[in-house]
């Protein structure tokens, strides 16, 4: 029986696991980061992608994802917009959704890379082509306060429509369970797993 190597510690180190791994992408390695809204999934994937050497990070909030919908209501925009391009071989070309002007913002380049990081929940589905999945979780009264910091007040009552969603989403599709890395979204960066 092969011995699965142990979990990396730092970012440095999963960067270089990360970087070791076949591609799974056309020439990219797609890194998934995915769990529950207000875990930390944008910090982690932000501070891995500054190791990584500013490998691009495209995140389910690029997309227009309304409070009610499916939460893999992004999944296809980015399917067509981004991964069948990269797994082409070719440049994907993303309008980032600005959710303040309510609006896509200009078309942006995203040349083949060696790894591409996918944040949001869903990132990890079973239907992704991820070389690696990241699974980020914190108390959901945790969560929900950073949602509410982040959000404002006002969508106390969508974040928790969503947050019984999102759990629903994920108790189906049994995303935590295929996790290559578990990761503690309550502890400060970078030592949080």
Request: with cysteine.
């Amino acid at each position: 029986m092969p011995s699965v190597p142990p979990s990396p510690r730092t970012h440095p180190a999963l960067a270089a696991r990360l970087l070791a791994l076949p591609p799974s992408c056309g020439p990219a390695r797609l890194v998934a980061i995915d769990g529950p809204s207000g875990a930390g999934k944008s910090t982690f994937a932000d501070h891995l992608a500054a190791v990584l050497a500013g490998a691009p990070v495209i995140r389910s909030d690029d997309f227009r994802v309304p409070w009610d919908a499916d939460p893999l209501t992004w999944w296809e925009p980015l399917r067509r917009a981004v991964l069948d391009p990269l797994c082409a071989g070719r440049a994907a070309v993303l309008r980032r959704y600005d959710w303040h002007l309510d609006r896509y913002g200009p078309p942006e380049e995203i040349p083949p890379p060696p790894v591409l990081i996918v944040e949001g929940v869903g990132a990890a589905w079973a239907g992704s082509p991820a070389a690696y999945r990241i699974w980020i979780d914190a108390p959901r009264e945790l969560r929900r306060a950073r949602a509410i910091d982040r959000d404002g007040p006002e969508y106390a009552d969508a974040w928790d429509r969503w947050s019984a969603r999102e759990a629903a989403f994920f108790a189906e599709d049994g995303t935590q369970a295929r996790a290559d890395l578990l990761v503690d979204g309550t502890a400060p960066l970078p030592a949080r797993y």
